[in-house]
């Protein structure tokens, strides 16, 4: 099992990915190896627009960090029921109120996740941004989050170059567990899995480990499981209500907006999956909250289901 750290937003402990890998999974090809589990933990931070400390050289002209507007849409999109479902949580008609208040003060700016959370915070005596979880707080973040566009009109994705990165280490790392996955591949390419459902938004750090496999001359495949992927999917298949279950399960809004080719990639994916692992000779997952991996593969009843089995 590998343990990948990478610090996307203020301080490495607060923003840290941790990431499992494991060797010799479905489709490997035939040979001596059994299979095999590598954990590494640390700031094994690799060069990427989100992580400009990691670089020699910064990136210029890619993904920037995330920005926000505490508009009308933002604001419905904030206050759906559906995200304060929780015992304890806010109402969600106290949510709504709380945030028109706010926007009452606003000039409707883009904002930077320091200038909203400094906007989210004003306010004597106990506010709902006082009373929040961590959760409840990515919460209305993701609400307000939005979509990073080219000229195109096309989502602008995060770039990774890792012989840009300040320190090796965590580069020589990812390389030994690509070269053994090679070697499972006969010498080819090596196709990897990743799986992101411990992460507070499964999307956000899809375009790093794509990217960053693929400079390590590897196949990188986004697995699309999480906890509310596996709620559309068992025991009976509802796809369609697959964006209600990401504000019911993962407590996040408007991916649609801001990951629109990732969300449509995850539909397809749920429309067609038979329940099995694809055909790859290694699988990552990247850390973050590991109940939110729990719940991707244990259903309620305790059991594993068929993506764990696989």
């Given at each position: 099992m590998m343990a990948l750290r990478r610090s996307r937003r203020g301080p490495p402990w607060l923003a840290a990915w941790l990431a499992s890998i494991t060797l010799g999974a479905a489709g490997a090809a035939p040979g001596p190896w059994p299979a095999e589990t590598i954990l590494a933990g640390g700031a094994l931070a690799v060069c990427s627009d989100l992580s400009p400390r990691a670089c020699r050289t910064p990136l210029?002209?890619?993904?920037?960090?995330?920005?926000?507007?505490?508009?009308?849409?933002?604001?419905?999109?904030?206050?759906?029921?559906?995200?304060w479902s929780a015992p304890g949580s806010p109402e969600a008609t106290e949510i709504a109120g709380w945030l028109e208040g706010l926007?009452?003060?606003?000039?409707?700016?883009?904002?930077d996740g320091e200038a909203l959370d400094a906007l989210l915070a004003r306010g004597a005596g106990a506010t709902p941004w006082s009373r929040m979880t961590d959760a409840e707080r990515a919460a209305v973040r993701s609400a307000l989050e939005l979509p990073q566009l080219d000229a195109r009109g096309e989502r602008i994705r995060e770039r990774v170059d890792p012989r840009l990165s300040r320190d090796?280490?965590?580069?020589?790392?990812?390389?030994?567990?690509?070269?053994?996955?090679?070697?499972?591949?006969?010498?080819?390419?090596?196709?990897?899995?990743?799986?992101?459902?411990?992460?507070?938004?499964?999307?956000?750090?899809?375009?790093?480990?794509?990217?960053?496999?693929?400079?390590?001359?590897?196949?990188?495949?986004?697995?699309?499981?999480?906890?509310?992927m596996a709620r559309?999917?068992?025991?009976?298949?509802?796809?369609?209500?697959?964006?209600?279950?990401?504000?019911?399960?993962?407590?996040?809004?408007?991916r649609g907006r801001v990951h629109p080719d990732l969300a449509a990639r995850a539909a397809a994916f749920c429309r067609r999956d038979d329940g099995g692992l694809p055909e790859v000779h290694g699988v990552f997952f990247a850390g973050g909250d590991q109940w939110r991996l729990r719940r991707a593969f244990v259903g309620a009843d305790d059991r594993p289901n068929p993506w764990l089995v696989a």
């Open positions: 210029d002209g890619g993904r920037q960090p995330a920005r926000h507007r505490l508009d009308a849409e933002g604001i419905a999109r904030a206050s759906d029921p559906r995200l926007a009452a003060l606003d000039d409707g700016s883009a904002l090796p280490g965590g580069v020589a790392v990812l390389e030994a567990f690509v070269d053994a996955a090679r070697a499972r591949a006969g010498g080819t390419r090596p196709r990897i899995a990743v799986v992101t459902a411990s992460a507070s938004d499964p999307m956000d750090p899809v375009d790093f480990y794509e990217a960053l496999f693929a400079a390590l001359d590897a196949d990188a495949r986004w697995w699309p499981v999480d906890a509310a559309a999917r068992f025991p009976e298949r509802d796809c369609d209500a697959l964006d209600a279950h990401r504000l019911s399960e993962l407590g996040i809004a408007g």
